[in-house]
């Protein structure tokens, strides 16, 4: 079994920051890419970041370039998703997610087998 769990939501004034966190436990696996998606009330689920775990290349939804930074600390299973700038728009349930292979594209959420809980993120305008 593979948990991720997720923390650092909350709300946040527009410009503000938030740093979350993704911790990875459970049965080990090796992942090509770990990545964060949100899902906004009303809409469908779409990427934000995605890091790959053994060579550190990012990728970034066009929305956030710029104002958010993924990284992972591979010691500590966790990855990060530093969020400045914020917008109303960022308001979302943003999911960590694991992958065990690298056949989908890594911005598409087929290609992630894991997935955490969730947590809130709400920006205030």
């Known amino acids: 079994q593979v948990q991720l769990v997720e923390s650092g939501g909350g709300l946040v004034q527009a410009g503000g920051s938030l740093r979350l966190s993704c911790a990875r436990s459970?049965?080990?696996?090796?992942?090509?890419?770990m990545g964060w998606f949100r899902q906004a009330p009303g809409k469908e689920r779409e990427f934000v970041a995605a890091?790959?775990?053994?060579?550190?290349?990012?990728y970034y939804a066009d929305s956030v370039k710029g104002r958010f930074t993924i990284s992972r600390d591979a010691a500590k299973n966790t990855v990060y998703l530093q969020m400045n700038s914020l917008k109303a728009e960022d308001t979302a349930v943003y999911y960590c997610?694991?992958?065990?292979?690298?056949?989908?594209?890594?911005?598409?959420?087929?290609?992630?087998?894991?997935w955490g809980q969730g947590t809130r993120v709400t920006v205030s305008s």
């Open positions: 997610a694991a992958d065990r292979d690298d056949k989908y594209n890594i911005r598409n959420s087929r290609r992630y087998d894991y």
């Open positions: 459970g049965r080990t696996f090796s992942s090509y890419a």
């Open positions: 890091i790959s775990w053994t060579g550190g290349s990012t």
